[in-house]
């Protein structure tokens, strides 16, 4: 279906992630402290969602430890109660395949589990929205795979509605929302479904906007949907995504930079988000509104 201009938007800040960036910038947040503040600031600027992933306390690295997910969603509900948790349920698909000539040796840095298992931290805390990656991925230029089968997402899907978190519908390719539609179709989500279109990374989806715009047109009706880009091209498709009716996601997940050579905070990514969305002449949704339109009690 054909979208016009979205005059009433969503901002989700993606806090933290799980990728190599502590050492890259230090803003990136790793303790639990440090992650709720910086989610906190990104919604005093104005994101309606908060995405969080949590990180060992040693490493930086990303974890599944359940109790770190319990003192952000913690320390942040201590703050803001109507800030719309969106903790990613992606960690537990990473498989780093051996050398070529042992490839079932697995390599440091897999962490392979099932669908349910990924799921303890939703099971325990119940947040407001779960991410759910819709499909598997050669991930970077070596042997890491991400790992998220038909089978597995059949099973987080049923448990997720059981639980009544909202997914959100993680989609890195083409097939990634074949897959989607598949699981709406069988009746797996239920609607409004809320879908993350996730462009350059490595080896999903392009940065190509007919492309994105191609995706967009498979949507269904009852879907709203958010778009991003990595690095320099996170302010670029804050436009291109309101532009082709969807909404905007920044943080310091995906791009680490105010502007070239000045390193961000979530809440400067958000502020500038809020500008250029309000220079298109479009409204930035509160939680309260964003809650309405996703369904989210």
Not at 159 to 175: H, N, Q, S
Not at 257 to 270: D, I
Request: proline share 5%.
């Amino acid at each position: 279906m054909t979208r016009a201009m979205n005059r009433e938007v969503i901002i989700s800040c993606a806090v933290t992630g799980s990728g190599d960036t502590t050492r890259r910038s230090e803003h990136v947040p790793v303790t639990p402290e440090q992650i709720a503040a910086s989610a906190l600031g990104a919604a005093a600027a104005g994101a309606a969602i908060v995405h969080c992933h949590v990180r060992d306390l040693e490493s930086g690295k990303g974890t599944r430890t359940v109790a770190l997910y319990q003192e952000v969603v913690e320390r942040i509900r201590e703050k803001d109660d109507e800030v719309i948790i969106n903790l990613t349920a992606g960690m537990g698909g990473d498989l780093n395949v051996g050398p070529d000539d042992d490839p079932m040796s697995w390599q440091p840095g897999t962490d392979l589990v099932g669908g349910l298992e990924r799921l303890a931290h939703v099971e325990a805390i119940r947040p407001d929205i779960c991410s759910m990656d819709c499909g598997s991925l050669n991930f970077g230029d070596d042997n890491e795979v991400y790992v998220s089968t038909p089978s597995m997402l059949r099973i987080m899907a049923a448990r997720v509605r059981e639980l009544g978190v909202r997914p959100e519908l993680e989609v890195f390719d083409t097939g990634n929302l074949w897959f989607a539609e598949t699981m709406i179709a069988e009746g797996l989500i239920d609607p409004p479904y809320w879908i993350q279109l996730c462009l350059s990374i490595p080896y999903g989806t392009p940065l190509d906007v007919g492309i994105l715009q191609a995706m967009v047109n498979r949507l269904p009706a009852e879907a709203e949907f958010t778009s991003f880009g990595l690095g320099a091209m996170q302010m670029p498709m804050v436009t291109q995504s309101v532009m082709l009716g969807g909404h905007v996601r920044v943080g310091l997940e995906d791009n680490l930079y105010l502007e070239r050579g000045v390193m961000a905070t979530n809440a400067q990514l958000v502020a500038k988000a809020v500008t250029l969305v309000e220079l298109m002449g479009a409204r930035i949704q509160s939680p309260a509104d964003a809650r309405r339109l996703l369904a989210i009690g």
